[in-house]
């Protein structure tokens, strides 16, 4: 299998709002994720924190969110960082990510063209604080883990959501036809992605609530 999501994809774009299609988010704010990815796995990835992300799933939690058994994990490299995928029922996939919040912010002048693009200004502090990070990493700097944690949340505000938010869940292309839904976290200077990818469509209602669940499941365990 392949990374279904590039590294620019799994940083959030203020942009069309999950709840178009009718579905209630378990988060308040819901925006949808960037494009998919075609670059294929490597099959060894740099060391994280987080050590093996094939370790931050159970095959139990896989079956409850992609269906099938489970135990089909895959390991990858996505950008340079460790991923995992697991193949679930049907054309189903689900696939993890995590790193630190540092590295997250590595991809942010990606971001902030797609926050330009959409157009998104309800948080002018917020975004400037993005533009001001964005212009370090473009001269080759990094951004601290915990403050690129709080730039995660000045991002889920542009996009909606209350301000301090550190979590939420995206369906692409809308609620009503989505073929992807995608839950992002960022706390103690870690992100952590889970997505579950169909391309014939998800089912409805949309398992936004079990994603969730399993999203902080897998983020705690890379905590630690």
């Known amino acids: 299998m392949r990374p279904l999501l590039a590294l620019a994809g799994l940083l959030l774009v203020a942009g069309c709002s999950a709840g178009d299609g009718g579905a209630t988010p378990s988060e308040p704010g819901t925006t949808g994720p960037g494009p998919s990815s075609s670059a294929s796995p490597s099959a060894s990835g740099s060391s994280t924190a987080a050590g093996d992300p094939c370790s931050l799933l159970t095959a139990a939690e896989v079956a409850r969110i992609a269906g099938g058994t489970g135990q089909s994990a895959e390991p990858g ?9 697991w193949k679930g029922a049907g054309d189903t996939v689900a696939q993890v990510i995590s790193l630190r919040a540092s590295d997250w912010a590595a991809s942010l002048p990606q971001v902030i063209a797609g926050v330009r693009s959409a157009g998104a200004g309800s948080d002018p502090e917020g975004l400037a604080r993005l533009e001001k990070a964005s212009g370090i990493v473009e001269r080759g700097g990094r951004v601290a883990d915990g403050e690129a944690c709080g730039l995660f949340s000045d991002l889920l505000t542009i996009g909606g959501q209350a ?32 997505a579950i990818v169909s391309p014939s469509g998800l089912p409805t209602p949309l398992p936004l609530d079990e994603v969730s669940a399993v999203a902080a499941s897998a983020h705690q365990r890379s905590l630690g």
């Open 163 to 194: 301000p301090g938010s550190d979590r939420s869940i995206q369906a692409y292309p809308s609620s009503k036809d989505a073929q992807s839904l995608t839950a992002q976290l960022c706390t103690d200077g870690r992100f952590t992605s889970l």
């Open 77 to 85: 490299t996505l950008a340079g960082h460790p991923v995992c995928q």
